[in-house]
């Protein structure tokens, strides 16, 4: 059972940025593909980005194309969302999550995708 938890979540103004962390408690963290994932109160949970297991491959959704960088460092077991700019629309709980295979670019931002979830950090961008 892989424990993930993430941290680096809080408050900020909008153009600011901030460095989401999510760490696992598994030693056979490198072996898993990793997806960050968002929800707004109100809304379903959304896609933002997706690594694989070596972090050779990265998928972002559009919305946060060219402010959001993920990668992943295997010798610590964890695996980081870095996003600038940042919008107010960007306010919302973020999950990181583990999947046991990759799934493909096609299906890396779908929920039933992943195996693992953490339990969220918050983040809010005022205006």
């Known amino acids: 059972q892989v424990q993930l938890v993430e941290s680096g979540g809080g408050l900020v103004q909008a153009g600011g940025s901030l460095r989401l962390s999510c760490a696992a408690s598994?030693?056979?963290?490198?072996?898993?593909?990793m997806g960050w994932f968002r929800q707004a109160p109100g809304k379903e949970r959304e896609s933002v980005a997706a690594i694989t297991w070596n972090g050779g491959t990265t998928i972002y959704a559009d919305s946060v194309k060219g402010r959001f960088t993920t990668s992943k460092d295997n010798a610590k077991n964890t695996v980081y969302l870095q996003m600038n700019s940042l919008k107010p629309e960007d306010t919302a709980v973020y999950y990181c999550?583990?999947?046991?295979?990759?799934?493909?670019?096609?299906?890396?931002?779908?929920?039933?995708?992943?195996?693992?979830w953490g339990q969220g950090t918050q983040v809010t961008v005022s205006s």
């Open positions: 598994e030693r056979t963290f490198g072996r898993y593909a």
């Open positions: 999550a583990a999947a046991v295979r990759w799934p493909g670019t096609l299906y890396a931002g779908r929920v039933d995708a992943y195996d693992y």
